[in-house]
């Protein structure tokens, strides 16, 4: 398998633009969750789904911030309009239900930069 | 709410020598607890995962206790290399079936030879 998918690896956006970060989760995989990470705070878990369904998305920092899961191979994280507090490292990861491991797959990252 | 905690933050060693990363969490009734490795500019490598039932488990070089009583895990990593060189970060799954890990801030490890 090719792992967790992320696209773009690299953004460079403006204040106010808006952007879309991707992700194809691993298949076979019922759980999808977005994390943002900060020299500052570490790493965020900013929402998650189960079955394409959101189940906790308390760490959206704002309503500029939305997250998607149309289908079980894709999701997407918007943030519109964008603010330079909102640079950083954006990950998705995925993990399964069966087995009872629930063992949690990283993407490589989208590292977000807005001026 | 979980606090996971990770001492030290950094650590620098010579190459060859034997060292341990310490994690503790504040709430014992976990799941499972995961160690991850984080290499600059990359994303998050799972290394090892321990159930909330295990002790310990082991992988080459690399062996993780858990104490879910006293709320602490140790990452061992014997004969340190060079390429060990990375962020290792904790984290801890709750005891139930939602899915969210509560991830400590991570040990820089460096080792030089």
């Known amino acids: 398998d090719a792992g967790v998918i992320q696209s773009p690896r690299h953004e460079v956006t403006e204040m106010g633009q808006e952007v879309t970060l991707r992700c194809k989760p691993i298949s076979g995989h019922d759980y999808l969750f977005w994390y943002r990470q900060t020299m500052m705070r570490g790493l965020e878990l900013l929402i998650y789904?189960?079955?394409?369904?959101?189940?906790?998305d308390s760490g959206m920092p704002e309503d500029r911030f939305s997250a998607k899961m149309p289908n079980a191979s894709f999701s997407t994280l918007k943030i519109q309009p964008s603010e330079p507090r909102d640079s950083a490292v954006y990950f998705c990861a995925s993990s399964r239900t069966s087995g009872g491991a629930y063992e949690q797959y990283f993407g490589p990252g989208t590292r977000l930069t807005v001026t | 709410k979980q606090e996971v905690t990770q001492i030290p933050a950094a650590l620098s060693v010579p190459e060859g020598e034997n060292l341990v990363l310490n994690c503790s969490f504040t709430?014992?009734?976990?799941?499972?607890l995961q160690w991850f490795r984080q290499d600059p500019g990359k994303g998050l490598t799972s290394l090892l995962l321990?159930?909330?039932?295990?002790r310990e488990q082991t992988s080459g070089r690399l062996n993780a206790s858990l104490d879910k009583s006293s709320g602490r895990s140790t990452l061992y990593i014997a004969a340190s290399q060079p390429g060990d060189s990375a962020t290792y970060l904790c984290a801890v799954k709750r005891g139930s079936t939602l899915g969210r890990l509560y991830f400590g801030r991570g040990t820089q490890l460096t080792v030089w030879p």
């Open positions: 709430d014992s009734a976990i799941y499972n």
């Open positions: 321990i159930q909330s039932s295990q």
């Open positions: 789904f189960n079955n394409n369904v959101p189940i906790d």
